[in-house]
């Protein structure tokens, strides 16, 4: 369900990303970003990693959301939810995972960014959660 505009990629409500290309030209993990329009992006990790991302502010990003997403745009590397009032379902974080795709919030992507198995990074408060739900 976008959070403000029924029409993929459902764009920002500022529009803009201006908050998540910020936080990732000041990554020490980032060498470049490159904006390809639409919430798509280039982003070259300092190991010469490439990730194709797409940065949403969808309110609630399901199993829909996922398949409209990569139907329309392809493969990705990682999706990020941009918004704090914005989230994702717990079965689509596993789901992602287990096909090496990243699923998080710009928090979350930060943190996850330090790490050669990206899609696979989850906080403490995450891991002990889905461990309880026996996801983990």
């Known amino acids: 369900m976008p959070a403000h505009s029924e029409a993929f990629p459902w764009p920002s409500y500022y529009g803009h990303f201006d908050f998540f290309e910020q936080r990732m030209r000041a990554h020490s993990r980032v ?10 992006y280039s ?61 998080f919030s710009i928090r979350d992507f930060m943190a996850a960014l330090n790490r050669p198995n990206f899609w696979a990074y989850l906080s ?8 309880k739900r026996g996801f983990l």
């Not at 996922?66 to 704090?84: H, W």
């Not at 989230?87 to 287990?98: F, N």
């Not at 403490?124 to 461990?131: A, S, T």
């Open 43 to 103: 982003l070259i990790k300092t190991d010469g990693t490439v990730l194709e991302a797409f940065v949403c502010e969808c309110y609630s990003y399901g199993a829909a959301e996922y398949l409209e997403t990569i139907s329309k745009l392809g493969k990705l590397d990682v999706i990020i939810i941009s918004s704090n009032w914005c989230g994702y379902s717990d079965d689509l974080k596993m789901q992602c995972s287990a096909e090496q795709v990243g699923l």
């Open 124 to 131: 403490d408060w995450d891991e002990e959660r889905y461990k």
């Open 31 to 40: 060498r470049d970003l490159q904006s390809l329009g639409n919430g798509r």
